[in-house]
């Protein structure tokens, strides 16, 4: 049974429930193969994983310092067609009312518009890209944030 797919618009309101960020833009990109997340700090000191999300200049960032253990290296083709290895990491991703199980590369977005790039190994056989939409996945319920 193939489950109906929903029409999604070429920016999103998105959440990392597990990493505590909400209500975040990402940008849909159908050309992209993975979804990409704008971290810094990224470093592996003794088998961890430690990265900071977002950077300073985002009105986002809180200077938090993650640690995963369960990760590996990829390369992956960057926008600008030239090969970087990234290290992936598997999470939950919150679309609307939607939780998936998703695989992310944490790279340095800084330079970008947005901070999240969704790519189509997330979207295939869930959504289905109008791109004459902007924000069309009514957001669900978020949590407060601390001022």
Known sequence: MQREKQI????????F????????TAKIDT???????????????KGELYFKLLD?????????E????????????NSFGEVEKRYIIKTHIKIGRKR???VISLTDRGNMRYPVLIGRKLLKNRYIVD??????IPPSIRKKRKS
């Not at 429930?17 to 975040?24: F, H, N, Q, R, S």
């Not at 995963?68 to 992956?76: G, V």
């Not at 791109?131 to 069309?136: D, E, G, I, S």
């Open 8 to 15: 999604i618009g070429r920016r999103e309101v998105i959440a």
């Open 17 to 24: 429930p597990e990493l505590g960020l909400y209500e975040i």
């Open 31 to 45: 050309g992209a193969y993975t979804t990409a997340l704008h971290c810094h700090d990224i470093r592996e000191e």
């Open 56 to 64: 300073p200049s985002h009105p986002y960032y809180n200077s938090k």
């Open 66 to 77: 993650y640690k995963f253990s369960d990760f590996r290296q990829k390369e992956i083709k």
């Open 100 to 102: 998936i199980n998703s």
């Open 131 to 136: 791109v004459a939409l902007l924000n069309n």
